[in-house]
T-cell receptor, first 113, second 115 residues
């Protein structure tokens, strides 16, 4: 069964460093999402991406964040200058149609020290 | 803005007993509603979804949920808990708009199943 994969599973970085979280969505999917979950808090929407551009973003998704689909298979989330409060589990999701089920990856746990 | 409230962050049930997880939502448009399950060290897996068809929705692993518009609820039930049901469960509402289909999640309910 096709699945969404994410790498790395755990990333530790120092405050102020740039990180790139990688996701490989299901191959024929067209809509892509990033969510995050700070420990003990709700899963929060960050951004949606379709047709090589951001379709919607939350207030969390400020200028420090960017997304890219560099090669038609990977979907990346970049945080330019990490802060302590960026420590969270980051989930990638994809779906084949706008209203379709979102398939989630296993997540990347980002720890900023 | 949409929101989801899950009553009870932790629920403990005995094996074989009824599982009932509560979810209430607010939405300005007819909602799409979802229940996801997260097993340890895994991603979110869809259990079931409501998309304006039948109000009683059956999902995987014996779970079902009933959409009650008058109560703005979408509670999840399973008649008989198994040890394998120990996980965290998330209710979510979809904001299906032209820009995308972002999910708004509740806080989650962690289920413990006692032998």
């Amino acid at each position: 069964e096709p699945e969404v994969t994410q790498t790395p599973s755990h990333q530790v970085t120092q405050m102020g460093q740039e990180v790139i979280l990688r996701c490989v969505p299901i191959s024929n999917h067209l809509y892509f999402y990033w969510y995050r979950q700070i420990l003990g808090q709700k899963v929060e929407f960050l951004v949606s991406f379709y047709n090589n551009e951001i379709s919607e973003k939350s207030e969390i998704f400020d200028d420090q964040f960017s997304v890219e689909r560099p090669d038609g298979s990977n979907f990346t989330l970049k945080i330019r200058s990490t802060k302590l409060e960026d420590s969270a589990m980051y989930f990638c999701a994809s779906t084949g149609t706008l209203a379709g089920e979102q398939y989630f990856g296993p997540g990347t746990r980002l720890t900023v020290t | 803005a949409q929101s989801v409230t899950q009553l009870g962050s932790h629920v403990s049930v005995s094996e074989g007993a009824l599982v009932l997880l509560r979810c209430n939502y607010s939405s300005s448009v007819p909602p799409y509603l979802f229940w996801y399950v997260q097993y340890p060290n895994q991603g979110l897996q869809l259990l079931l979804k409501y998309t304006s068809a039948a109000t009683l929705v059956k999902g995987i692993n014996g779970f079902e949920a009933e959409f009650k518009k008058s109560e703005t609820s979408f509670h999840l039930t399973k008649p008989s808990a198994h040890m394998s049901d120990a996980a965290e469960y998330f209710c979510a509402v979809s904001d299906l708009g032209a820009a995308g289909n972002k999910l708004t999640f509740g806080g989650g309910t962690r289920v413990l199943v006692k032998p």
